[in-house]
């Protein structure tokens, strides 16, 4: 077998380190902007699909099918981000022959468009936030406002990262939200369309890993807890959640394999609630069809290759593993190191790495695409690696953190590495008292990193 990553960056580099463990050859994509990405280096082969822009390269859905057929490739993985939820993408690739590692389209277009994922949930009886059908004009929303209640949440019907979301407390506000929510949606999705759902304003997000496999089977991998988040985006995740007991986690647990089983779904996937802290009660709220970013902390705990679960069940084999045989050990915790500078509102910083030394040691592991002298562009998403670390239990595992992250070094581009240090050594993270909303409400806003005592450090 041989596969074509479409896709860039540490997850091409974590999709080529499956394949090697599997023995499948590797190809793959690179645009003109990562001719000397890690991914080239260690792939079998690298073959250019166009200039440095993702719209003119990795969004190419031509060229990347031709490119996997023109060097003889079985399969491709589309990693996350880009064509990995594109249901015409995963057509055309099956079309031309090709194995898509990942769903099948009518799986991503049923939990795709989060309406129509909504409205199966409902029909399967799981939870879902109040909300509503797709809205055109700003005073459908008003109307909604006075119904549903404030504050409320704005969403894009496709797509996800917290693009096209806007919370609205008032109505003086919903012009000016539709407005920019409905743009962002354009650009980020090329789709418009919006809908209302109430804001839960005391709430954590909880997900749970799940993978079928073409014979019926479907398993779930424990919950993933993604609270720490700005601006909707995640930044840290954590393996098991400290607010789910096991009575919780078994009935989201069946929720999301119900709502996968409901949907015939095949490969890897996400679903996704959010937490009402105040009643304990939890909400469904989309299902991403690909791998996630955070995979790797359920990999921790659970001590199964995702990766190379999705390339197994790709290829016709059956799941490696049941229910039974998944047992959530000690506790993981991944930080995202971006390219951005927290003291300037989290700017992009892209430019050519000096000093690359990640953290390694027992417990540790750091899935990235950098190295020395790597020049980090401005094309892309500004992820730069990805630290996890585990431990018998949740403190264990924040302290080897914390070390980690001490001793993490980079320079020449700007880094979140002493942000996440200073909110995994916080009070309130340690002893799990963080929303989705307390990076924004409370760490950032005065009573805890400023970015001046981190630097003095």
């Known amino acids: 077998m041989r596969l074509f990553i479409a896709n860039r960056g540490e997850i091409a580099v974590r999709i080529v380190a499956a ?39 990795y969004l190419k859905m031509e060229a990347i099918v031709s490119a996997a057929k023109g060097t003889g490739c079985d399969a ?15 057509r055309l690739c099956i079309e031309n022959g090709l194995i898509f590692v990942g769903p099948s389209a009518s799986a ?28 055109d004009h700003p005073d459908k929303v008003r109307a909604l406002g ?11 019907t496709a797509g996800g990262g917290g693009r096209g979301m806007r919370i609205v407390r008032s109505p003086d506000e919903i012009a000016g939200s539709f407005a920019s929510a409905r743009a962002e949606a354009q650009a980020a999705f090329d789709e418009p369309t919006l809908y209302v759902e109430r804001y839960i304003e005391r709430a954590r997000h909880v997900e749970i890993q799940v993978v079928g496999d073409a014979y019926g089977k479907i398993v779930h991998f424990g919950e993933r807890d993604c609270s720490i988040q700005r601006r909707h985006q995640k930044l840290i995740e954590e393996s098991p959640s400290p607010a789910v007991d096991s009575d919780l986690r078994a009935r989201m647990a069946d929720a999301a394999l119900r709502l996968a089983g409901h949907v ?53 084999e059956a799941l490696s593993v049941s229910q039974d045989d998944v047992k959530l050990n000690g506790h993981a915790i991944e930080c995202r190191i971006n390219a951005e500078v927290p003291e300037l509102d989290f700017m992009p910083s892209p430019g050519k790495i000096v000093t690359w030394a990640p953290p390694s040691g027992s417990g540790i592991r750091v899935d990235t695409h950098c190295y020395p ?13 990805k630290v996890i670390v ?47 909303r307390w990076v924004e409400e409370s760490f950032s806003r005065g009573t805890g990193w400023t970015g001046r005592a981190e630097r003095q450090r």
Not at 76 to 90: C, D, S, T
Not at 114 to 122: D, F, Q, W
Not at 289 to 314: F, S
């Open 146 to 156: 006075r119904q549903i209640g404030y504050p409320f949440l704005l969403k894009a």
């Open 373 to 385: 002298g790597y020049i980090v562009p401005p094309f892309y998403d500004s992820l730069l690696a």
């Open 19 to 57: 394949c090697r463990k599997l023995g499948i050859e590797t190809v793959v994509a690179i645009s003109d902007a990562d001719r000397h990405t890690r991914a080239a280096q260690i792939a079998d082969r690298a073959v250019c699909i166009g200039p440095a822009p993702a719209a003119e390269s």
């Open 108 to 135: 991503m277009s049923a939990m795709g468009d989060k309406l129509a994922a909504r409205r199966i949930a409902g029909e399967i009886k799981l939870p879902v936030v109040p909300g509503s059908g797709q809205v």
């Open 76 to 90: 491709v993985h589309p990693g996350y981000g880009f064509l990995a939820e594109n249901a015409k993408f995963q």
């Open 390 to 436: 585990h431990g018998p239990d949740r403190d264990s595992a924040i302290t080897r953190m914390v070390h980690a992250l001490d001793t993490f070094k980079a320079s020449g581009v700007g880094s979140t590495v002493r942000f996440n240090r200073a909110v995994v050594a916080h009070p309130d993270f340690r002893e799990g008292r963080v929303t989705t």
């Open 264 to 316: 015939g779904y095949v490969n890897a996937g996400t679903v996704e609630f959010m937490l009402d802290l105040d009643s304990m009660e939890f909400y469904f709220l989309e299902m991403n069809t690909r791998i996630q970013v955070e995979h790797p902390v359920t990999e921790m705990v659970t001590g199964i290759d995702l990766v190379a679960e999705q390339i197994r069940i790709a290829r016709g």
